[in-house]
């Protein structure tokens, strides 16, 4: 769903319908939560990327050119000779610059660590090293720099990521990889509440064929409205409240806005789900208790020493029989 502007375009995935982005599917059969890097992001990984292969270039220059005249003679070093080295250097910059960095760490290169890209593979794997030299070499022969007609070629490559559902490129597409974001910006703000002429209404709602989905759109739309031009707020509010219509019931009361309609059958989800994982969270505290903490038993503090009596003569008894005993 687009921050600003106009509302999202179908983005029809088996999985996620028409709200889902990337389309991943793990091997447990779960849909990863992954956002599919676009042609910004990616333009501007390039141009990150275009700056270390310049300083790539000019460090293998640098470098190889004293070796070459030192150590060979000047008969061999003909133009024929230095071509063939040219054509080297540039092999090993605009292919094997990606190839090396993709390989080495994890499908990123500095432009895509830098902006927050990796590439994996179209099934959400880590890439292999013939999908990096396959995407590397499209990338050369018909993208950047684009050795078969430039201009048609970087005009192609842009129409193609702009109409793939994943953004992918002809590198891509050619090579079973897309990329996708690492980072994702996440703002931590207060559920929506239920305006009180909305709360009799939103108890009695059944929910059960609201899906995560779509939910998470409408959260994202909540979360972005004040960032959404008009008319395309309004619009957007619409069309997503008829889609949640269509899976909710009863009907709500007349005349109520859509982004309050909207706001409530959130924050009623939210709310009915708070109270399911308080009732697991007990149900499973009365069938499983914590155990009690297990310490080193308690050790009684040592009693007193009684002192020994002293030695000496026996004490005379302090009893008037024992006196007049002693007397006589």
């Given amino acids: 769903m687009p921050a600003s502007g106009g509302p999202a375009g179908p983005a029809d995935t088996a999985a996620g319908g028409r ?66 080295l040219e ?7 605009l292919v094997g610059y990606p190839v090396a960095w993709e390989r080495l760490n994890h499908g990123r290169t500095p432009g895509k660590l830098a902006v927050g890209l990796r590439v994996v593979s179209a099934d959400g794997g880590p890439v292999e ?23 048609l070629s970087w005009v192609a490559g842009a129409t193609v990521m702009l109409t793939d559902p994943r953004g992918r490129r002809l590198g891509d597409l050619v090579a079973g990889t ?8 996440q703002t931590w703000r207060p559920a929506p509440r239920i305006i009180p002429p909305l709360a009799g209404w939103a108890v009695t709602l059944d929910l059960t064929r609201l899906d995560d ?20 707020r309004t619009r957007l509010a619409r069309e997503l409240w008829r889609e949640v219509a269509t899976v909710t019931a009863p009907t709500p009361p007349p005349g ?6 909207l706001a409530a059958v959130l924050a009623e989800r939210n709310r009915r789900g708070t109270l399911r994982l308080r009732r ?3 149900f499973t505290a009365a069938l499983w208790p914590d ?19 002293p030695a000496g003569p026996a004490l005379r008894s302090a009893s008037p029989e024992g006196a007049g005993s002693s007397l006589s």
């Avoid at 333009?43 to 005249?69: K, N, R, S, Y």
């Avoid at 090293?129 to 993208?143: D, F, K, N």
């Avoid at 897309?178 to 910006?185: D, G, P, Q, S």
């Fill in 178 to 185: 897309m990329v996708v974001h690492t980072r994702t910006t």
């Fill in 256 to 261: 109520v806005p859509e982004p309050l309609l």
């Fill in 291 to 309: 155990p009690a903490p297990v310490g080193p038993a308690a050790v009684a503090p040592p009693s007193p020493a009684t002192p020994p009596a």
């Fill in 213 to 232: 989905a779509l939910a998470l759109a409408v959260r994202q739309y909540l979360t972005r409205a004040q960032q959404i031009i008009e008319p395309y």
């Fill in 19 to 84: 709200w889902a982005d990337a389309g991943l599917v793990s091997g447990e059969a779960v849909e990863l939560d992954v956002r599919a890097a676009r042609l910004g992001s990616r333009v501007l990984a390039l141009l990150i990327d275009i700056v270390g292969q310049l300083l790539c270039a000019a460090l293998l220059a640098l470098t190889l050119t004293p070796v070459v005249l030192i150590l060979l003679p000047d008969p061999v070093v003909d133009r024929a000779f230095t071509g063939a």
């Fill in 129 to 151: 090293l013939r999908q990096s030299l396959t995407r590397a070499l499209v990338g050369v022969a018909v993208e950047w720099p684009g050795l078969v007609l430039p201009l």
């Fill in 87 to 93: 054509t080297l250097g540039l092999v090993l910059v």
């Fill in 280 to 282: 697991n969270r007990a």
